[in-house]
C-alpha cells in the first residue's frame, strides 16, 4: 500500500486518522499505518466502522 500524495512531503509532520470499513484481522489498518508513516505522517488513531469475529482458532480467553 502506498500514499498518493498530491504535492510531495504532503503528510509530513501532520497527525493522521485511518478509516477503515470493516476489521477483520488488522492486517490493512498495520499495512495504512506503515505507508501513512513512510509518507511522513503521525498515525493518531483509527476508526473501523465494522468488525467480524476473529477467525476460528483465535478466540480470545
Known sequence: MTVRLFRERALE???CI???DVLT???TL???ARAVT???GT???AVVLAATR???G???A
Request: charged share 15%; proline share 8%; aromatic share 0%.
Open 13 to 15: 509532520g501532520r497527525a
Open 18 to 20: 485511518i478509516v477503515d
Open 25 to 27: 484481522t488488522g492486517a
Open 30 to 32: 498495520a499495512e495504512a
Open 38 to 40: 513512510a509518507a511522513g
Open 43 to 45: 498515525v493518531c488513531g
Open 54 to 56: 476473529p477467525p476460528a
Open 58 to 60: 483465535n478466540e480470545l
